[in-house]
């Protein structure tokens, strides 16, 4: 049977991507949100935030009729749960957001929907998903069993990459994880529509583990680079010239030192695997605490420069996780401007974030803390700290500015060797 409704929950980073290339292949598609302001702006035509060629998609879909946006779902042929799985305060899962999506979707279930988990998963979440359905709905069933109608359950997790998500849900080989074969064959056959790249089937909890490894590796080559920094920083050895070195071996290939590691995936992935396992993950929650500290120990060296020089006004380039978005989830940056403006209380922070209109809480509660823009900030500072490399900094002459005004923590060409840090 065909699809022809789609009921999209969640229209954040994923969810609203995968809506506006859903619509664009004709299919009518419901953005189902419980931010009222992400509902307008969507039934508008526009976007609540920066990713590269979204808006057209979005705009389009909905002058043509075909994506609309709400605050609770309506009856669909399929629903996509694409809400956050943040973790706790013990860097354990917290799944109430599928749940609150499950219960959701579950008045709405007539038999025959297809249900898909995007939101990046601890193994097992998709089965409880659907309990979670089930228990609400014990008329229906995975298996058909006395009589009752079947659901279609499956997971499939997002690999695209910020700042070009539009181009990667087309392009990237997908993962698709039934907790049924036919679930599993249903759920390629939607994303079979806008998805060019191969289409890999498996169970539910392969899939689901299959994206926190995909993450979890990168974590961990990740943080054997940033233990490079620190050990190199002790030792008094340029690591980016030891990195060069190294990887001039034909079968080494070392990832760049940084000031840690954000996003809602690799920052947070890894813990879903240690909290899965925690007696045999002894290695990736070894790499994931050398990536938290990272920042902690950026901002403990800038202090430790300005403390020694004086400083009263330091501009800090960048809150975003990566460059060239404003997404600042779990982003260094933002820890690493917090911690400093605990360290130097009497400090003015000028912060520069094109991307944003205003701070993130944690940071506008700082007093010492301002938004401003990139002239404002670099011609006021004593000091300029490079942590995220958006474009727009590329302007920046590090060499004009001397080293004792301009310090980078994620960036290196020749002309930089003697002020980057990392």
């Known amino acids: 049977?065909?699809?022809?409704?789609?009921?999209?929950?969640?229209?954040?980073?994923?969810?609203?991507?995968t809506a506006a290339i859903l619509a664009s292949q004709d299919v009518g598609v419901l953005g189902v949100?419980?931010?009222?302001?992400?509902?307008?702006?969507?039934?508008?035509?526009?976007?609540?935030?920066?990713?590269?060629?979204?808006?057209?998609?979005?705009?389009?879909?909905?002058?043509?009729?075909?994506?609309?946006?709400?605050?609770?779902?309506?009856?669909?042929?399929?629903?996509?749960?694409a809400v956050p799985t943040p973790f706790t305060d013990d860097r354990k899962p917290d799944l109430s957001y599928i749940q609150a999506a499950a219960q959701a979707i579950a008045p709405h279930l007539q038999g025959g929907e297809l249900l898909i988990l995007e939101s990046t998963s601890p193994p097992g979440t998709t089965q409880q998903m659907a309990d979670w359905i089930l228990g609400a709905r014990p008329d229906l069933s995975l298996d058909g069993s006395q009589d009752?109608?079947?659901?279609?359950?499956?997971?499939?997790?997002?690999?695209?990459?910020?700042?070009?998500?539009?181009?990667?849900?087309?392009?990237?080989?997908?993962?698709?994880?039934?907790l049924t074969v036919e679930a599993a064959e249903r759920a390629r056959?939607?994303?079979?529509?806008?998805?060019?790249?191969?289409?890999?089937?498996?169970?539910?909890?392969?899939?689901?583990?299959?994206?926190?490894?995909?993450?979890?590796?990168?974590?961990v080559n990740i943080a054997f680079a940033n233990?490079?920094?620190?050990?190199?920083?002790?030792l008094g050895i340029d690591v980016?010239?030891?990195?060069?070195?190294a990887n001039h071996h034909p079968r080494v290939n070392i990832l760049k030192p940084g000031a840690g590691v954000g996003g809602h995936c690799i920052a947070v992935d890894p813990w879903f695997i240690v909290a899965s396992d925690p007696k045999n993950s002894k290695l990736i929650k070894r790499a994931r605490k050398v990536n938290d500290a990272k920042p902690r120990r950026v901002a403990r060296q800038v202090a430790g420069i300005a403390e020694r020089a004086g400083l009263t006004k330091i501009t800090v380039l960048g809150l975003a996780f990566k460059p060239n978005i404003d997404d600042m989830r779990e982003s260094p940056a933002v820890q690493i401007v917090d911690k400093l403006a605990r360290l130097c209380p009497t400090t003015e922070?000028?912060?520069?974030?094109?991307?944003?209109?205003?701070?993130?809480?944690?940071?506008?509660r700082r007093p010492n803390v301002t938004l401003t823009s990139l002239d404002e900030g670099v011609a006021g500072a004593q000091l300029v700290v490079h942590l995220v490399d958006h474009d727009v900094f590329q302007t920046i002459d590090p060499d004009v500015m001397g080293d004792e005004r301009f310090i980078s923590f994620c960036r290196r060409s020749?002309?930089?060797?003697?002020?980057?840090?990392?």
């Open 349 to 364: 922070l000028l912060v520069v974030e094109p991307h944003v209109r205003s701070l993130p809480a944690r940071l506008s």
């Open 148 to 178: 009752r109608p079947v659901i279609h359950v499956a997971h499939c997790p997002e690999r695209v990459l910020p700042g070009r998500v539009m181009i990667e849900l087309v392009t990237n080989d997908r993962i698709v994880g039934g």
């Open 33 to 81: 949100d419980v931010n009222r302001q992400t509902v307008d702006a969507v039934n508008r035509g526009d976007v609540p935030f920066v990713e590269p060629d979204l808006a057209t998609y979005v705009a389009g879909a909905v002058t043509q009729g075909k994506l609309s946006a709400a605050l609770t779902p309506s009856p669909a042929d399929a629903f996509i749960v």
């Open 189 to 219: 056959d939607l994303y079979q529509l806008f998805c060019q790249g191969e289409i890999h089937l498996t169970n539910a909890v392969t899939a689901e583990m299959a994206k926190l490894v995909e993450n979890s590796f990168r974590d």
């Open 1 to 17: 049977m065909g699809i022809s409704s789609v009921a999209v929950i969640g229209l954040g980073y994923i969810g609203l991507p």
């Open 227 to 234: 233990e490079l920094s620190v050990i190199s920083d002790n």
């Open 240 to 245: 980016w010239e030891l990195i060069d070195l």
């Open 414 to 422: 020749p002309s930089e060797d003697r002020h980057t840090l990392a």
